[in-house]
Nanobody, 123 residues
Framework: QVQLVESGGGLVQAGGSLRLSCAASGRTFSSYAMGWFRQAPGKEREFVAAITWNGGNTYYADSVKGRFTISRDNAKNTVYLQMNSLKPEDTAVYYC????????????????WGQGTQVTVSS
């Protein structure tokens, strides 16, 4: 079992930055690929970014490429999402998710989910 707790969301003006954190429980965090997803009101949940178990590979949605960076610190059991140049359309609840070993952009392939953290970008 892996428990995930997101933090770092909030209200920010367009063009600003936020860093989300996702703290994981368990001793096997380093064997899990991690993903960030988001869901805006009235929309389906969508992929944002993912990182492999060792941080060797990262993947991004086209909409955030060049603005967001996913990283992880296995010693701290934490994955991060650095979000720069935020836009109003980035407003959503952001979720982190975990699955064993390989990263994927499909939310139905992740086994564990956090409760989400709200990000609101004002124009």
């Amino acid at each position: 079992q892996v428990q995930l707790v997101e933090s770092g969301g909030g209200l920010v003006q367009a063009g600003g930055s936020l860093r989300l954190s996702c703290a994981a429980s368990g001793r096997t965090f380093s064997s899990y690929a991690m993903g960030w997803f988001r869901q805006a009101p009235g929309k389906e949940r969508e992929f944002v970014a993912a990182i492999t178990w060792n941080g060797g590979n990262t993947y991004y949605a086209d909409s955030v490429k060049g603005r967001f960076t996913i990283s992880r610190d296995n010693a701290k059991n934490t994955v991060y999402l650095q979000m720069n140049s935020l836009k109003p359309e980035d407003t959503a609840v952001y979720y982190c998710a975990a699955r064993r070993f390989t990263a994927t952009m499909r939310d139905d392939e992740y086994d564990y989910w956090g409760q989400g953290t709200q990000v609101t970008v004002s124009s």
